[in-house]
């Protein structure tokens, strides 16, 4: 078989922050890489829906919101895949930090926790994506983006 996309990548040279995986046509696919791979410190499932839950709502109530084909996490639990539609990776990186500082900000109800919204609704803790997002924003803005993954050495 083929060896998708994401398989191509050394991962023992991805560090935390924002790449671009892949670009099909007009689509980009945005690797917001949370953790450091193979490195043993993994989202717990709890962090991972939380995140999902409260930045999905937020991305797909921005400015953007439009343009936000998915978002949701990586199976390994070291970050999540953002596809957008015609966005620059600047204005994506604007308004996903200006997401996450609003996610950190926010003192509301968790988004989607009811049984009827949800099918794990029980699983949420808005404290739990509060201290991952913040985490990820340090990462953000800590070093300059220029989206690419690092060289294979």
């Not at 949370?34 to 409260?54: I, K």
Request: include cysteine.
């Amino acid at each position: 078989m083929k060896q998708i996309t994401s398989f191509t990548v050394n991962h023992d040279y991805i560090t935390p922050g924002i790449y671009i995986s892949r670009i099909d046509g007009d689509i980009t696919t945005f690797d917001l890489r949370t953790r450091t791979p193979n490195a043993g410190d993994y989202m717990d499932n709890l962090t991972m829906h939380s995140v999902e839950h409260m930045l999905a709502t937020f991305l797909r109530n921005s400015e953007m919101a439009e343009s936000v084909i998915y978002f949701g996490p990586m199976g390994c639990q070291t970050g999540f895949y953002l596809l957008t539609r015609d966005v620059e990776p600047r204005e994506v990186l604007r308004v996903l930090k200006g997401c996450l500082a609003g996610i950190l900000s926010y003192e509301g109800p968790m988004f989607g926790s009811t049984r009827q919204e949800c099918g794990n609704y029980r699983n949420l803790s808005p404290e739990a994506a509060k201290a991952e997002c913040e985490r990820y924003l340090a990462v953000l803005n800590e070093r300059e983006v220029d989206f690419r993954y690092a060289e294979s050495e």
